[in-house]
Each structure stands twice: as C-alpha cells, then as structure tokens.
C-alpha cells in the first residue's frame, strides 16, 4: 500500500507543475520601484501567463538580492559600490533602461520666503551643519530641517557623491534620516522648512526643486532640458541587474524593458528615456 501511494505521488506531482506559473521577483530601488510596476502591469497585460512582483528597500537591497538569488531582477538608482562590482564580476549584466535628476527638494514655504536658489557649497554646508538657518541663505528666519537618507539608497549615492565629494560621506547636519521617496516626500510637504533630496519624479507643488547656481554663475535645474543638455551636475542611469544566465521567460521580460514599449511609461513616471 505504501508503495502505491509514492507511485502515486510520482505520477501526480509531474501533473500539477506543469501547471506552476512562471513568476519573475524583482525588488530594489524605490526611485525605479512606480516605473517597474508599470512596465509589468504593461507586460502581464501581453503575457498573462507570467507573474510578476514587484516591491522595494532601496538600491543596495536590489543589488544584495539578486546577487544571493533572492530575486531576479535587482533595480538600482546608483553605481555598484566597489565591493558590490567585486560580487557582480562577470556573472550579472547591469542594463540601464532611463535616466533621471536627483533634486534638492525643499518645502513651498522655503521658497516663498525668497530662497530661489542654492550653490552647491551652501547646500553641502547644510548637511555638513554650518549652515543651519534659512536666513543666513536669504530666507526666513527659520531652522533648517535637513533630511539625509539610508545609507544603502541610490539616491543618497548620487547626492553625496556630488554635493559631499564621497558618495559614503556623513552628513552631520542632518535632522532626519528617510528611507523612500515618498517618506521623504511627505516630510517634506509636511514642514515648512524642509531640505532633502528627491528624484525629479516625486517633486510636487509642496515638496518643490530647488535651482542650482554652479561655480560659473549660471543657475540650473533638474529639469529634464537641464538634465539632457548635461549642466544640471546631480543625475544619474536607472538600472537593472540580472544574472547573465537567465531563463527565457526572464530574458523576454528584459527584452521588453529595452524596447521602445517603454519609452511611454518612463515619460509617464517623470524620467527621461535613454535615446
């Protein structure tokens, strides 16, 4: 009787995962997390056979979990660090799918009390604390409530590489550490004396981008005229990582985020295709 329940099951479990549905994980970077979401909403739309996840925590969880296997497709907002490129080595294809602005984001009352721009000295004094009222930059008389990010986001990379000259740099000014563009978005918009950094994407009439003014006195923008004509200093490639060897269901799916298919939903997210 034994024996004919474990032939059984043999025979049965063939039967039903023929039936299992292929299913493509990705996680990472919170800046690319809306984007990704709707590319595989496009793509299921295609291919509903095919199930795909998306969720985030950042570019540095992205990267650590598709190189331990956890996912398939890992999202950055920023370079591999040089322990993580030592980990990609030649097993991981890093694909770049649209670009994007790091804004310095400030709240609508900061403008309006007549700080219209910053150089990026003034802002990497903010964060180094030497500067920490409004007023000493034109504005109201007010202190500054500095936003830094987690360590491991992409988008603190970016900022601190640029503003603070080592993308690792501390930032002993800051008031508030923030995770996604979002919690950092709602801060923002909360206050009325605010500093952080967002992408481009998730600025809004409370949480508004604020003018560079560079060295040689001209005054930009992460608009995406600035960013595409090279002058605005804090952007950055939107990737994605994946193993080389790949299944087929895997590699249609990242066929799919190289077309021209995409070109719509980046624009629709705020980001700038790659051509």
């Keep these: 009787m034994f024996n004919r329940i474990i032939l059984l099951f043999t025979l049965i479990l063939p039967f039903h995962a023929s039936f299992a549905q292929p299913t493509i994980n990705i996680a990472g970077s919170s800046t690319i997390l809306p984007l990704m979401a ?12 095919i199930k795909i996840t998306v969720s985030g925590g950042g570019s540095g969880t992205g990267i650590n979990a598709v190189i331990n296997g956890i996912v398939d497709i890992g999202m950055s907002s920023r370079q591999p660090t040089a322990t993580e490129k030592a980990k990609l080595s030649e097993n991981f294809d890093i694909i770049d799918i649209a670009r994007d602005a790091v804004a310095i984001t400030v709240s609508k009352a900061v403008i309006e009390s007549g700080v219209h721009s910053l150089s990026l000295e003034q802002v990497a004094d903010i964060y180094r604390g030497k500067i920490n009222n409004w007023k000493q930059v034109g504005g109201f008389d ?3 409530l500095v936003i830094d990010k987690e360590p491991s986001r992409g988008t603190r990379h970016v900022f601190a590489k640029t503003i603070l000259g080592d993308a690792k740099a501390r930032a002993p000014g800051a008031n508030i550490i923030s995770g996604s563009n979002n919690e950092e978005r709602s801060i923002i ?14 600025l809004n009439d409370r949480a508004r981008g604020i ?26 490639s939107l ?3 994946v193993a080389k060897k790949r299944s087929k269901t895997l590699q249609a799916f990242i066929e799919f985020l190289q077309s021209p298919a995409l070109a719509p939903l980046i624009k629709k997210n705020g980001y700038l295709p790659l051509v």
């Excluded at 709707?38 to 056979?49: M, S």
């Excluded at 918009?189 to 998730?202: C, T």
């Design 239 to 241: 990737s994605i990582i």
């Design 142 to 144: 007010k202190k500054i």
């Design 38 to 49: 709707d590319a595989a909403n496009a793509y299921q739309a295609i291919a509903p056979t």
């Design 189 to 202: 918009s909360r206050s009325k004396q605010a500093i952080g950094m967002l992408s481009h994407a998730w």
């Design 211 to 236: 003018a560079l003014t560079l060295d040689n006195g001209k005054t930009v923008s992460a608009s995406p005229a600035d960013v595409l004509s090279g002058s605005y200093p804090i952007q950055r």
